[in-house]
T-cell receptor
Framework: QKEVEQDPGPLSVPEGAIVSLNCTYS??????FMWYRQYSRKGPELLMY????GNKEDGRFTAQVDKSSKYISLFIRDSQPSDSATYLC???????????FGAGTQVVVTP | EAQVTQNPRYLITVTGKKLTVTCSQN?????MSWYRQDPGLGLRQIYY???????DKGDVPEGYKVSRKEKRNFPLILESPSPNQTSLYFC???????????FGPGTRLTVL
């Protein structure tokens, strides 16, 4: 069993809809949680970085962490065609530690 | 412009022919890392380097070598490539392991 599970999609939504992405994990020691966005033929770029449980909002993006359920989510409000990309979750045990990535979910926002 | 560059971007080679993928960053970062990305498996770390002359294995180091003779460069060496090393490779750098990693554009390698 992989430490971090993520549905590969593709997830297709119409422009303006809310995109909901999630990852589950098995290692309860994970403390730091990240979401990366990866456009086609590009490297990943960091979108959101959260520590421990709770919500974090940045513009149209909201990241949620539920450590009791070992479940993290990313919501994208008012989605745009430019949000079409692969979204990868990542997590690590301590601030110094190695990142463990999910497989990524491909999102397609149609005009 | 602050960036991580990789060369080549695309490479098709044959089994056993030694190759090097270069990685260079212009941000004076201490920490550099190599990942491979495969469908369904996500990004997996191959090797990382905390500083010049300091390197260590990641999750999938078999079949790869690295060196860090200068701060800005971190080449990935495949001494005898095999078809199971066909993958998309990313180099990344950060000021230290605590901070955000900046990824290069990727190198798509095909080993026939």
């Amino acid at each position: 069993q992989k430490e971090v599970e993520q549905d590969p999609g593709p997830l297709s939504v119409p422009e303006g809809a809310i995109v909901s992405l999630n990852c589950t994990y098995s290692n309860s020691a994970f403390q730091y949680f990240m979401w990366y966005r990866q456009y086609s033929r590009k490297g990943p770029e960091l979108l959101m970085y959260t520590y421990s449980s709770g919500n974090k909002e940045d513009g149209r993006f909201t990241a949620q962490v539920d450590k009791s359920s070992k479940y993290i989510s990313l919501f994208i409000r008012d989605s745009q065609p430019s949000d079409s990309a692969t979204y990868l979750c990542a997590m690590k045990i301590d601030s110094w530690g190695k990142l463990q990535f999910g497989a990524g979910t491909q999102v397609v926002v149609t005009p | 412009e602050a960036q991580v560059t990789q060369n080549p971007r695309y490479l098709i080679t044959v089994t056993g022919k030694k190759l090097t993928v270069t990685c260079s960053q212009n941000m004076n970062h201490e920490y550099m890392s190599w990942y491979r990305q495969d469908p369904g498996l996500g990004l997996r770390q191959i090797y990382y380097s905390m500083n010049v002359e300091v390197t260590d294995k990641g999750d999938v180091p078999e079949g790869y070598k690295v060196s860090r003779k200068e701060k800005r460069n971190f080449p990935l060496i495949l001494e005898s490539p095999s078809p199971n090393q066909t993958s998309l490779y990313f180099c990344a750098s950060s000021p230290d392991p605590y901070n955000e990693q900046f990824f290069g554009p990727g190198t798509r390698l095909t080993v026939l």
